[in-house]
């Protein structure tokens, strides 16, 4: 049977902060934090001067990764340049990173430990500019959960007994009818989500584990459990800032062959269960943050507005929620009533791991922070907004992602700003290598004018030498006064000139060359000096011979 495409185009709006997860990370090595924006360094393209890079290889080559993340920092002005990735960092983030340069000891105390808990994990971004987007897998995941749990509460409502040791995939190829050619989800086929402008607001921030349930102190704070970690996430509040093609292969209603699925997969009717999926677990989500105070109240109120006036959009499929990345719950990506969540139970005194319960929920949540373990001001992580095919604007949405946007930092500035930075650092250190290039020169000058001196000077003869040494001392001696007739330089001139007219022609010619300009300069043809000294010079010269 011929198959026709239906294509359809979706936008998604994030409504948290969503982090996906790329199994890489920014390692404390490779980034520098500086006015609370991280700066993802290529040491490649570094230039350093000579001292800093051996400096730079010794501790490279030393392994302590402590002192050298140290290094970056103090050095930054020399990387910074390089940095083109420039993300904002929350303010707990960098208090920790900078704590960390400033503490060698603990550093060395605690081995690698505090230091590792520096590296960031980044959300998936395009390897061309850097920039985040949204594996339409993980969409097409959240759309494949819901329509199971659809199927599964039209058909039995709990699994048989006997199907508790059956594989999972063998299930779901159970009730969706097939295995993998007869899979209606093979019919669908969504793209990734791609950035639709140039900066997309993301951050560096806490990912933080918090308990579902009060403790037992109704005084204690809530608190995280086991280590807070540090995430690359997207922000929320992003109008349509990403952007994908959903595609459909439509049988025309005809008879399946054997290698066509005989559930059809019709995205109005995927959406409707993709909502009836995820509202009420997001409504539950709502009412526990609300009543543990972790999330402020205002958003939420902001946020359950939002969906109300939406409310008939969602019910026709035109939108739809979805739960993406990490930190969504266990619970909100399985089947409500077949959910089976391993709940660990941390060890006894004897150090040996305690045997494993399994629930229907999770008993703690993730939440964005910006702080690490702060007590509210949270946010969940993972939910957004998927709008088909949308003909206008949404004004609420865009009403609502205005709000969310304010008073955060522009990306786009955060962007510009480096640039500028990186202009101006540039134009310093290329002024710097200019100012040095000079004094080199002028080293190198003086070297080589000190080799030509010492050149000439071992070629002079004692009689050559002897006349440039009193030729300095002239030249360094002020204008003589008519008063000056008897000054002790007279005296030494009329010595050298009566000795002169003993040495070989040649340099009694080179006296008179030198000496004759420097006595008139310094005004030495004075009283009754005069005479003799002139009648030296002409003899010295050759114009008194014969």
């Known amino acids: 049977?011929?198959?026709?495409?239906?294509?359809?185009?979706?936008?998604?709006?994030?409504?948290?902060?969503?982090?996906?997860?790329?199994?890489?990370?920014?390692?404390?090595?490779?980034?520098?934090?500086?006015?609370?924006?991280?700066?993802?360094?290529?040491?490649?393209?570094v230039r350093l001067a000579p001292e800093l890079g051996r400096e730079l290889l010794q501790k490279a080559n030393t392994a302590n990764l402590g002192a050298l993340h140290a290094f970056l920092y103090r050095h930054r002005e020399h990387f910074l340049p390089a940095a083109r990735i420039h993300i904002p960092v929350a303010d707990g983030v960098s208090k920790k990173y900078h704590e960390s340069l400033g503490n060698p000891v603990q550093l060395e105390?605690?081995?690698?430990?505090?230091?590792?808990?520096?590296?960031?994990?980044?959300?998936?971004?395009?390897?061309?500019?850097?920039?985040?987007?949204?594996?339409?897998?993980?969409?097409?995941?959240?759309?494949?959960?819901?329509?199971?749990?659809?199927?599964?509460k039209r058909g039995p409502q709990t699994r048989p007994a006997s199907e508790k040791d059956r594989d999972a995939l063998e299930w779901e190829r159970e009730i969706l009818g097939g295995k993998f050619a007869t899979d209606p989800l093979r019919l669908l086929k969504i793209a990734d989500f791609m950035p639709q402008c140039p900066d997309i607001d993301r951050k560096i921030l806490f990912a933080c584990n918090y308990k579902k349930r009060p403790a037992a102190d109704a005084k204690t704070q809530p608190t995280g459990k086991g280590p807070s970690t540090r995430k690359e996430a997207?922000?929320?509040?992003?109008?349509?800032?990403f952007a994908s093609e959903l595609v459909v292969h439509d049988t025309d209603g005809a008879s399946p062959p054997g290698n066509i699925?005989?559930?059809?997969?019709?995205?109005?009717?995927?959406?409707?269960?993709?909502?009836?999926?995820?509202?009420?677990?997001?409504?539950?989500?709502?009412?526990?943050?609300?009543?543990?105070?972790?999330?402020?109240?205002?958003w939420l109120d902001r946020l359950s507005g939002l969906l109300n006036v939406l409310k008939d959009r969602l019910d026709r499929g035109g939108?739809?929620?979805?739960?993406?990345?990490?930190?969504?719950?266990?619970?909100?990506?399985?089947?409500?009533?077949?959910?089976?969540?391993?709940?660990?139970?941390?060890?006894?005194?004897?150090?040996?791991?305690?045997?494993?319960?399994?629930?229907?929920?999770?008993?703690?949540?993730?939440?964005a922070a910006d702080q690490d373990k702060q007590p509210s001001g949270l946010l969940p992580f993972g939910w957004a907004l998927v709008e088909t095919d949308p003909r206008e604007d949404c004004p609420a949405l865009q009403k609502w992602c205005d709000t969310e946007r304010s008073g955060r930092p522009d990306m786009r500035a955060v962007r510009e700003k480096a640039s500028e930075g990186r202009t101006r650092i540039l134009a310093r250190q290329a002024e710097e290598e200019k100012v040095e290039?000079?004094?080199?020169?002028?080293?190198?000058?003086?070297?080589?004018?000190?080799?030509?001196?010492?050149?000439?000077?071992?070629?002079?003869?004692?009689?050559?030498?002897?006349?440039?040494?009193?030729?300095?001392?002239?030249?360094?001696?002020?204008?003589?006064?008519?008063?000056?007739?008897?000054?002790?330089i007279m005296g030494e001139c009329g010595d050298l000139l009566a000795l002169a007219l003993a040495w070989p022609e040649a340099e009694q010619k080179q006296c008179a060359d030198l000496l004759a300009p420097l006595m008139r300069e310094k005004n030495m043809f004075l009283g009754k000096r005069e005479k003799p000294f002139k009648d030296a010079l002409k003899r010295l010269s050759g114009q008194a011979h014969g």
């Open 1 to 45: 049977m011929k198959l026709f495409l239906q294509s359809t185009h979706l936008v998604l709006t994030p409504l948290t902060p969503i982090h996906v997860g790329l199994g890489e990370d920014f390692e404390p090595t490779n980034y520098v934090i500086h006015d609370n924006v991280l700066h993802a360094l290529d040491l490649s393209r």
């Open 109 to 152: 105390r605690d081995g690698e430990k505090v230091f590792n808990q520096n590296c960031i994990e980044r959300t998936m971004y395009c390897a061309a500019d850097g920039r985040p987007y949204l594996p339409g897998s993980s969409v097409k995941g959240a759309l494949r959960t819901a329509w199971l749990e659809d199927l599964h």
């Open 234 to 241: 997207i922000l929320s509040g992003q109008y349509r800032a």
């Open 261 to 298: 699925p005989s559930r059809q997969s019709r995205l109005a009717d995927i959406a409707r269960h993709c909502n009836a999926y995820h509202r009420p677990r997001l409504d539950k989500e709502i009412k526990l943050l609300r009543e543990r105070g972790y999330v402020d109240k205002n």
């Open 319 to 367: 939108v739809f929620l979805v739960r993406l990345g990490r930190y969504g719950g266990a619970e909100n990506k399985t089947i409500e009533d077949l959910a089976r969540i391993k709940i660990m139970a941390g060890k006894d005194k004897d150090g040996k791991p305690k045997t494993p319960s399994f629930r229907k929920e999770s008993t703690t949540i993730w939440l």
């Open 437 to 488: 290039a000079e004094r080199r020169e002028k080293i190198q000058a003086d070297q080589q004018a000190r080799e030509e001196a010492e050149r000439e000077l071992a070629a002079m003869s004692p009689e050559q030498r002897f006349l440039r040494d009193f030729c300095r001392k002239l030249a360094a001696h002020p204008p003589l006064k008519p008063s000056d007739a008897g000054a002790s």
